[in-house]
């Protein structure tokens, strides 16, 4: 069963692109199970929206790849980020390429 995640994030949008460029590097470019990832600025700081094939997939990859490279990260949100976990209904994904 597919599973989406949303972090409300009370943090610069630089800190964002920080993490984004952080994980890809440690990831190498690739997150087995990951459908859809959206970052975007909010007026409190940005969101993370993440589609996933399955709940274990996000959670191998949050703790082998997301969580060690966030935790390296010279700046930290000074808050814990709101988190909204969720079974998505109707995704469509026509195609697939890499968006910066």
């Known amino acids: 069963m597919t599973f989406g995640i949303v972090f409300d ?3 610069p949008i ?3 692109d920080a ?7 440690r990831a190498g470019g690739q997150a ?3 459908l859809v990832h959206v970052g975007r600025a909010t007026e409190r700081g940005f969101q993370v929206l993440e ?3 399955s709940k274990e997939q996000y959670d191998r990859f949050n703790a ?3 969580a060690p490279a966030l935790a390296e990260l010279p700046d930290q949100p000074a808050e814990p980020p ?3 976990e969720f ?5 469509i994904i026509p195609a697939a390429q890499l968006v910066s």
Do not use: C, F
């Open 64 to 66: 082998e790849v997301i």
């Open 32 to 34: 087995a199970g990951m």
């Open 51 to 53: 589609i996933w094939e």
């Open 19 to 25: 993490g984004h460029a952080a994980i890809g590097r």
């Open 82 to 84: 709101e988190v909204t």
């Open 9 to 11: 994030v009370n943090a």
């Open 14 to 16: 630089e800190l964002y």
């Open 87 to 91: 079974e998505p209904r109707g995704l």
